[in-house]
């Protein structure tokens, strides 16, 4: 019989199996928005979520978090998420909202940055070198002293993105990491992906990043997974495309492939 993997294998491994995720629709009730979902994200690997508008993508993402109500079997490294693990799988996960007010609340960036690190226990050099570090990544140590809310979106996301990573989690996960940034500093965020040996669940728009990236994408399409694999084979699959509704029947995407 095979011996089960250890911790350290399994580290950053995020599994789904058979994951429903339900919303509460208007009437009151709760409704599937992601249905019987089976995805494994290997250790290190970086999943891009795909689908149109209202597919499921952020839904799935703010279930790894607990943050939304679902059934089937979501693992975090070797911990299986419930309410006894949820703390501990919070630890291990980064977030980055699609939306960095509904995440940055600090006086200052440093502070910002500063606080995952804090709530974990760390010593004051070690939070110091992890914001200083993370600021790095994102291109924005000069702004240490200012108010997250005096920034632009794009400057506001960086942050966020700082602050997930200053927390060294096993896997970070992003909502629409790349949208409104300018093209050097989406340039820059996608280097840092592709430098990065962490998990990483992706919910996007960015079909290119993905290819870019060569990374695995999950495509979602009313709350199904509707086809996965390599970015390289799923998104140059056309008609694959038309048919989960993010391309139409001329081929319109034809120039950015
Ligand atoms: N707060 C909410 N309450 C109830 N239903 C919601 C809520 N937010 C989203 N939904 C519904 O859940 C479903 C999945 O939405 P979700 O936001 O997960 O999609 P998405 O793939 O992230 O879309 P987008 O590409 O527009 O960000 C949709 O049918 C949506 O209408
Ligand atoms: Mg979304």
Redesign the pocket.
Known sequence: MQAPPSPRAVRGRVALENVSVF???DDGSSQP?IEALTLEVAPGECCMLV??????????LLALVGALPFTGRIQIGELTLGERTLKEARRRIGFVF?NPDEQLFCETVQREVAFGPEQHGLGRDEVNARVGHALDEVGLRAYAGRSPHHLSLGEQRRVAIAAALATEPDAVLFD?PTASLDPLARQALLDTMAASDRTMLV?T?DLAAALELDATVAL?QQGKLVSSGRGREVLTNQELLVRAGLATQGGERGSLL
């Open positions: 919303r509460t629709a928005v689908g149109p508008n209202g597919a499921g993508k952020t839904s799935l699609a629409e919910a728009h979602i």
